[in-house]
C-alpha cells in the first residue's frame, strides 16, 4: 500500500501510477471473482458464455499474481524512502517501522472481516524482514530475494517427494477453512460473516498464501523493491533507460518458455506430490516475469508525454492505494456476499467486470476530489499519525 510519510521528499510520480494499476487490476480481478467466492450463474447464451470465458482468462492472464506483485514491489520502495529520510536526520527507523508493521495488522483485520483474500495481515508480517536487510549492501540483499523468489520450500518438498515415491499429495490444508467459512459468506447474517470471516477467512488467506508461494515471493519482492529506491532506479530516466530496455527484452524472453512451460507441466510430471511443488515454483517465476514487463512497459510509458497523461488518471488511486483497497473489500461484500445484496448468484463475468468498471470510475473521481484539499487519503492520514504517535515526527 501506499506508505509516503514525509512531504519533504517530492513524490516519485510513477511509483503513484503504478500502484494505481495494481488497484485497478485488484479491482476488475476482486469484482469477477466475486471476492473469492467462486459462485457464478451459467449464462444461457453461447455467445455470452464465450465472452465471459475471455474476460475471465484475459483478466487473470495480465493481472492475477502481478498487480499484488507489484504492490509488494513498491511496499519495499515506500520502505526505502521512509528509512532514507530518517536516516538522513540520523534516526533508525527500524523500531518504528516494526510499529508501522503491527499497526498494519490491526488494519488489516479491519479489511479481513470484510474480505478473507486480503493481503495487509500478510504484508504486516513479511514487512519484517526488511528490518534485519536494511543494512546489508545491495548485492547481498539482492542475493538473499533470489533465494526466496526460487521457492526454497516447493524445492525441499520436491526433493523430498523424488526420495520418498510412495508419498501422495493431501488437500491443501485452507480448503478445510474455506469450507467452513462458504456458508457464511453465501448466508443472511452480516455480523456472523464479519466474525466468520476473521475465524476462519485469515487461516484461510494465510495458508493460501503460504501454499501458493506467496511468502518467499513477497518477502523477495520487497527487498528487491528496497534495492530499487537504493538505486534511483524509478528516477533519472536518461541514467536507467538501459536498465529498463534491458530488463523489458529479458522478461520477455524469460515469460515465454514459463508460460507453456506451465500449460505443459500436467503432461511432464504425473504424480501430484511433484507436479505441485513444481507448479507453484514455475508459476511463481512466470508472475514475476510478467509483473517485470508490465512495471518496465508502464516505466517507459511514464517518458512518453501524451502515455504519461493517461498514466496519470490512476496516480490518485495510487496515492490512495490503502483506502482505495479498504474501500474495495466494504463494496464487494456488500455487493456480492450473502448477508448483502447476494448478487454472486446473479451477476456473471460480464456483468461482474461491469460493476468493477463502474466501482473503479467512483474511486478515481473521489481521490481527485479528495486531495484537492488532502495530502494523504483518510486511512493513509490514520496510519501516518499512528505510526509517529509519541514522536516529535507528526
Not at 526460487?150 to 525441499?156: N, R
Amino acid at each position: 500500500m501506499n506508505d509516503t510519510l514525509l512531504s519533504s521528499r517530492p513524490r516519485v510520480e510513477v511509483a503513484d501510477a503504478l500502484r494505481g494499476f495494481a488497484v485497478m487490476g485488484i479491482m476488475l480481478l476482486h469484482n469477477i471473482e466475486h471476492f473469492n467466492l467462486y459462485n457464478f450463474p451459467t449464462p444461457e447464451s453461447p455467445f455470452m458464455q464465450a465472452l465471459d470465458k475471455g474476460i475471465w482468462d484475459s483478466l487473470f492472464f495480465i493481472f492475477s499474481g502481478k498487480a499484488y506483485a507489484i504492490f509488494a514491489l513498491l511496499f519495499g520502495f515506500s520502505f526505502y524512502i521512509m528509512f532514507d529520510n530518517q536516516e538522513k536526520r540520523g534516526k533508525d527507523f527500524r523500531g518504528r517501522f516494526a510499529w508501522r508493521m503491527v499497526l498494519l495488522f490491526l488494519i488489516g483485520q479491519v479489511n479481513a472481516a470484510f474480505f478473507a483474500g486480503e493481503v495487509l495481515v500478510l504484508y504486516s508480517l513479511i514487512g519484517f524482514t526488511l528490518i534485519p536487510v536494511c543494512k546489508l549492501k545491495n548485492k547481498t540483499i539482492l542475493i538473499i530475494a533470489l533465494i526466496l523468489m526460487l521457492q526454497p520450500m516447493e524445492w525441499g518438498k520436491y526433493i523430498y517427494a523424488l526420495m520418498n515415491p510412495e508419498l501422495e499429495a493431501g488437500r491443501p490444508a485452507y480448503s478445510a477453512y474455506f469450507r467452513e467459512l462458504e456458508p457464511y459468506l453465501t448466508g443472511d447474517n452480516f455480523g456472523k460473516m464479519l466474525i466468520a470471516n476473521l475465524k476462519y477467512g485469515q487461516l484461510f488467506s494465510l495458508l493460501w498464501a503460504w501454499g501458493y508461494g506467496r511468502v518467499f515471493q513477497t518477502a523477495a519482492l520487497f527487498m528487491l523493491g528496497y534495492v530499487m529506491g537504493r538505486k534511483q532506479l524509478f528516477l533519472h530516466w536518461e541514467k536507467n533507460r538501459k536498465f529498463w530496455i534491458t530488463g523489458l527484452w529479458v522478461a520477455i524472453a524469460c515469460f515465454i518458455p514459463l508460460y507453456f512451460l506451465t500449460d505443459a507441466l500436467p503432461g511432464i510430471i504425473e504424480r501430484r506430490a511433484l507436479l505441485t511443488p513444481m507448479n507453484t515454483i514455475v508459476s511463481s517465476l512466470r508472475n514475476f516475469a510478467f509483473m517485470w514487463v508490465l512495471v518496465a512497459l508502464i516505466v517507459t510509458a511514464w517518458q512518453t508525454i501524451s502515455l504519461q497523461k493517461i498514466l496519470r488518471v490512476l496516480a490518485p488511486l495510487g496515492r490512495m492505494s490503502l483506502t482505495n483497497y479498504l474501500m474495495q473489500s466494504v463494496f464487494g461484500a456488500v455487493i456480492y456476499y450473502g448477508p448483502g445484496l447476494g448478487l454472486y448468484s446473479v451477476l456473471n463475468d460480464t456483468a461482474s467486470l461491469g460493476v468493477g468498471i463502474l466501482l473503479l470510475i467512483f474511486q478515481i473521481l473521489f481521490c481527485r476530489w479528495w486531495l484537492k484539499s488532502h495530502t494523504h487519503g483518510p486511512a493513509e492520514w490514520v496510519w501516518r499519525k499512528a505510526t509517529w504517535i509519541g514522536s516529535s515526527k507528526k
